[in-house]
């Protein structure tokens, strides 16, 4: 069973940064999915941003431009900088890896992400 494991969560002062980790414990299809959700109290799981093996990325309309996502295949592992934090962005993100090979998907178990004064 897959296993990710994310790190780098934690409170921040809005306009700060944080940079948030996830590493995959094996990742079997060679062309794959791997990114970050977020979901706030009483709001719905969205998308922050996501990243195929081959370098092609999507992000979330709140976030294009602050957020940039990276991925080191060699460590199976993606990265998340986030800049210019406001209070909205606090949430629990979640990583997340799609496998297309075998039709699956994966989850960690997130990390939370607070943005206060």
């Known amino acids: 069973q897959v296993q990710l494991v994310e790190s780098g969560g934690g409170l921040v002062q809005p306009g700060g940064s944080l940079r948030l980790s996830c590493a995959a414990s094996e990742i079997i299809s060679s062309i794959n999915f791997m990114g970050w959700y977020r979901q706030a109290p009483g709001k719905e799981r969205e998308l922050v941003a996501r990243m195929t093996s081959t370098g092609s990325t999507n992000y979330g309309d709140s976030v294009r431009g602050r957020f940039t996502i990276s991925r080191d295949n060699a460590k199976n592992t993606v990265y998340l900088q986030m800049n210019s934090l406001k209070p909205e962005d606090t949430a629990v993100y979640y990583c997340?890896?799609?496998?297309?090979?075998?039709?699956?998907?994966?989850w960690g178990r997130g990390t939370q992400v607070t943005v206060s004064a």
């Open positions: 997340y890896l799609y496998e297309i090979a075998i039709r699956k998907d994966f």
